[in-house]
């Protein structure tokens, strides 16, 4: 597969095989410039010039799985566990409001603590209590709880996975496979839940065959949102002294993935951030068109850490925002101030 070729095919919205996708990932320097601005022109005619803030609450540490390289793996005992109460989970949610947040993004380890119900009772309490969209990024769970939580007014689900090849998936995820996976994933879209999945990049044992399927999944799947961050070893896991993801890689896989996916609410990863000083201004100029700041609790923020010396550990939400409201006028790029639903789920954009 040639590059231009497969652009052009990109461009004009063909389906891509996987070898055109991996033609794109293998941009040179002077072709991952024409990359970058086909993703940008892409993400305008899709979802416009506006980002979309989502505030993200991490709400507990613990979790029952031991993924090879995440800090929060059971068997990490280096780190302080935490979780907040219902009320503080609410209080935070009531904040982010405050702030002018129009999304909740509600994020923990799997932490079975927590009963489906109580789950679902904080979901309906946020959104009887505020206009406000909820996304829920709480792992693999029976398609009844799904149900449950969907039926409780949560309006969209994040459940990365991870990598599209199932061998390197079992490796790295032992409690699980890549296959109960993929049904969780067909499950939230049956739910009607906006679902967003998404991998990692650089990860030990990824090539290009299998980054460029990751991306052809996206696809498949339809997903309303992806997020796309490069592996960052932890210094506490069995992947301590694995490569760190390249920023360069991360960011043409996000560009690809907009190129496939022009609908599609696709973040600057904090990951990346934490890679790259000008990550989210880069990843703004290659497909993004979402910022999905922290608003953990300072006090315990630190000790989510899924892998090390993450951006945004000590940054007062005020502060965020007016560092993100700085970096968007410089880029001319509007501050939406809608719920940010998937242009599918409310008949346009
Ligand atoms: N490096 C980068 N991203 C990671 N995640 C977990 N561990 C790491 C790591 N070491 C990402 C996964 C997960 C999300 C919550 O964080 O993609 O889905
Ligand atoms: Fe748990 Fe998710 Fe980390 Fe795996 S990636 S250990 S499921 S928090």
Request: charged share 25%.
């Amino acid at each position: 597969y040639d590059f231009a070729r497969a652009l052009a095919d990109a461009v004009s919205g063909s389906k891509l095989e996987t070898g055109a996708i991996k033609a794109l990932l293998m941009a040179n320097p002077e072709q991952t410039k024409s990359l970058y601005s086909a993703a940008d022109r892409t993400r305008q005619t899709g979802v416009g010039d506006e980002v979309h803030l989502r505030a993200i609450i991490e709400f507990s540490n613990y979790c029952r799985k031991n993924c090879l390289y995440c800090g929060l793996r059971r068997d990490n005992k280096s780190i302080a566990r935490y979780r907040l109460s219902l009320d503080e989970i609410l209080t935070t949610a009531t904040e982010a409001v405050a702030l002018g947040f129009r999304t909740v993004v509600l994020q923990s380890g799997e932490d079975l603590y927590y009963t489906p119900e109580d789950i679902a009772r904080l979901v309906y309490s946020i959104k009887n209590k505020h206009d406000v969209a909820i996304t829920l990024s709480l792992g693999e769970h029976r398609r009844e709880n799904y149900r449950l939580w969907r039926e409780a007014g949560a309006d969209r689900y994040l459940l990365k996975h991870e990598t599209a090849n199932p061998e390197l998936f079992r490796f790295l995820k032992p409690d699980t496979t890549f296959e109960t996976r993929l049904r969780c994933l067909h499950w939230l879209k049956e739910l009607d839940y906006q679902t967003g999945s998404g991998n990692m990049v650089g990860l030990p044992g990824q090539d290009l065959d299998t980054l460029a399927r990751d991306v052809a999944l996206l696809r498949d799947l339809d997903v309303e949102m992806a997020g796309v961050g490069p592996f960052l070893p932890h210094y506490a896991t069995p992947l301590k002294d694995a490569a760190a993801g390249d920023p360069e890689l991360t960011l043409k896989t996000l560009a690809v993935t907009r190129l496939c996916l022009p609908g599609a609410h696709l973040p600057a990863t904090t990951a990346l951030c934490t890679l790259a000083t000008d990550g989210r201004k880069l990843a703004l100029n290659a497909g993004a068109n979402v910022i999905m700041p922290n608003l953990t609790p300072l006090d315990v923020r630190r000790q989510y850490q899924i892998y090390p010396q993450k951006s945004d550990m000590t940054e007062k939400p005020l502060e965020t925002l007016t560092s993100i409201k700085k970096l968007l006028a410089g880029l001319a790029r509007p501050l939406a101030t809608s719920h940010g639903h998937a242009p599918k789920f409310t008949g346009g954009m």
